[in-house]
Nanobody, 127 residues
Framework: QVDLGESGGGLVQAGGSLRLSCAAS????????MGWFRQAPGKEREFVAT????????KYADSVKGRFTISRDNAKNTVYLQMNSLKPEDTAVYSC????????????????????WGQGTQVTVSS
């Protein structure tokens, strides 16, 4: 069992920044890749970013590339999502998720490859 808890969401004006955090407990955090996903009202959950278990590589959705940065601190069992230049279309519930495979050598952006999910944190960007 893995527990994931997000924080850092809120209301921000377009062009602003937010930093999301996701604290993990329950298994060896440093063995697993982590991802961020988001779900806007009336839309399906979509991939945002992922980071490899050892931080050696990252992958981003085209819609956030150059504006968002994913990082992790394995000593703190925490993954972060720094979001800059926010746009109204970034409004969504953001959730972190843990990869189901330890020491995966590739980056995955499919929801089905993640087996534990946080409750999510609301991010609202006003125009």
């Amino acid at each position: 069992q893995v527990d994931l808890g997000e924080s850092g969401g809120g209301l921000v004006q377009a062009g602003g920044s937010l930093r999301l955090s996701c604290a993990a407990s329950g298994r060896t955090f440093s063995w697993y890749g982590m991802g961020w996903f988001r779900q806007a009202p009336g839309k399906e959950r979509e991939f945002v970013a992922t980071i490899k278990w050892d931080s050696s590589s990252t992958k981003y959705a085209d819609s956030v590339k150059g504006r968002f940065t994913i990082s992790r601190d394995n000593a703190k069992n925490t993954v972060y999502l720094q979001m800059n230049s926010l746009k109204p279309e970034d409004t969504a519930v953001y959730s972190c998720a843990a990869d189901k495979v330890a020491f995966r050598t590739t980056l995955v952006d499919s929801i089905k490859e993640y087996d534990y999910w946080g409750q999510g944190t609301q991010v609202t960007v006003s125009s």
